[in-house]
Nanobody, 124 residues
Framework: QVQMVESGGGLVQAGGSLRLSCAASGRTFSSYAMGWFRQTPGKEREFVANINWSGGSTYYADSVKGRFTISRDGAKNTVYLQMNSLKPEDTAVYYC?????????????????WGQGTQVTVSS
């Protein structure tokens, strides 16, 4: 049974930091690219960040570039999202996802495995 569980969300003041974790179980995702997406009510799911299977390549949405860092630990089958300098507009439910594809990393439909999400709320 494949499961991906996000943690680390919560309430933080603007300018603060959070680190999200996504622990996968049921299979090894060492050959998969891993991504983070976020969604707010009334809006489509938005690409945030992606890291390829080896961890050697990362991609970020322009809105988070320079503030967020994606990383992965193959031994722990876990992907992380370090979020610094948080802004109120970063408030969303954050989802981790996995895809066997190494391209189309910004396309949510390329991802076949999803977590349930974790709420991040940034107050002003």
């Amino acid at each position: 049974q494949v499961q991906m569980v996000e943690s680390g969300g919560g309430l933080v003041q603007a300018g603060g930091s959070l680190r999200l974790s996504c622990a996968a179980s049921g299979r090894t995702f060492s050959s998969y690219a891993m991504g983070w997406f976020r969604q707010t009510p009334g809006k489509e799911r938005e690409f945030v960040a992606n890291i390829n299977w080896s961890g050697g390549s990362t991609y970020y949405a322009d809105s988070v570039k320079g503030r967020f860092t994606i990383s992965r630990d193959g031994a722990k089958n876990t992907v992380y999202l370090q979020m610094n300098s948080l802004k109120p507009e970063d408030t969303a439910v954050y989802y981790c996802a996995a895809t066997s594809r190494q391209d189309a990393v910004r396309n949510q439909y390329a991802y076949g495995y999803w977590g349930q999400g974790t709420q991040v709320t940034v107050s002003s």
